[in-house]
């Protein structure tokens, strides 16, 4: 680190540049705002006026909180197109109400009619979740991944290439999410009502910028197993 300084065996850390380097980094985001509005302005001065009225996005990303995967960079879409719930490593839990809150409103309110989950390969989270570390509380949500692990172990236990590795759990977990979301009642009773509604597994490649369709995709709840199809017209009898 250029601004720490060892005195007397002791490291003394230069607060002043820090906090200067703190405030051009966060100020570049205001002047980079500001660039982009004339930018947008500039292509149609009736941009921000239309962006206003309302969304009405086709598709639900379901993507890693990884800086290097933006939904609409990576699918060259524009603000409007894509609904976007990021967490770490793009897990679905059936006990997560952020992830339900944004799903049911995503289905059933905007109508969208591609749900998609998307990983990434070198994924830190599916990493981190391969290894017996600690990291904190951050454990408890990997716990899913070794899951996911423990599935599959068979599998990912004859691989020896530690990045494979990692990129095989990345694949199975994107394949793992998808079938927990198709287990929700959200998806599935949308499933009784149309028949417009998919639910995809993707896999972004960092080093390509191109994305790996799993060829997971689900658009009824009958390849689900019995366990977890659910009966929708007996619930709504009682
Ligand atoms: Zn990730």
Known sequence: MSTQEKTNGKAVIDTNNIKLAQSSSYSALIKNNAAWVERKLAEDGEYFKNLAKGQSPEVLWIGCSDSRVPANEVTGTKPGEV?????????????????????????????????????????????????????????????????????????????????????????????????????????????????????????????????KDLKVSSSSPHNLGYVYELDVEAVAAH
């Open 83 to 211: 609904f976007v719930h990021r967490n770490i490593a793009n897990v679905c839990v059936h006990s997560d109400m952020n992830m339900l809150s944004v799903l049911d409103y995503a289905v059933n309110v905007l109508k969208v009619k591609h749900v998609i989950v998307a990983g990434h390969y070198g994924c830190g989270g599916v990493a981190a979740a391969m290894s017996s570390k600690q990291f904190g509380l951050i454990d408890n949500w990997l716990r899913h991944i070794k899951d996911v692990y423990r599935l599959h172990s068979h599998e990912l236990d004859r691989i020896t290439d530690e990045t494979a590795k990692v990129n095989r759990l990345v694949e199975l977990n994107v394949t793992e999410q998808v079938y927990n979301l198709c287990k929700t009642t959200i998806i599935q009773n949308a499933w009784k009502e149309r028949h417009d509604l998919e639910v995809h597994g993707w896999v972004i490649d960092l080093g390509s910028g191109l994305v």
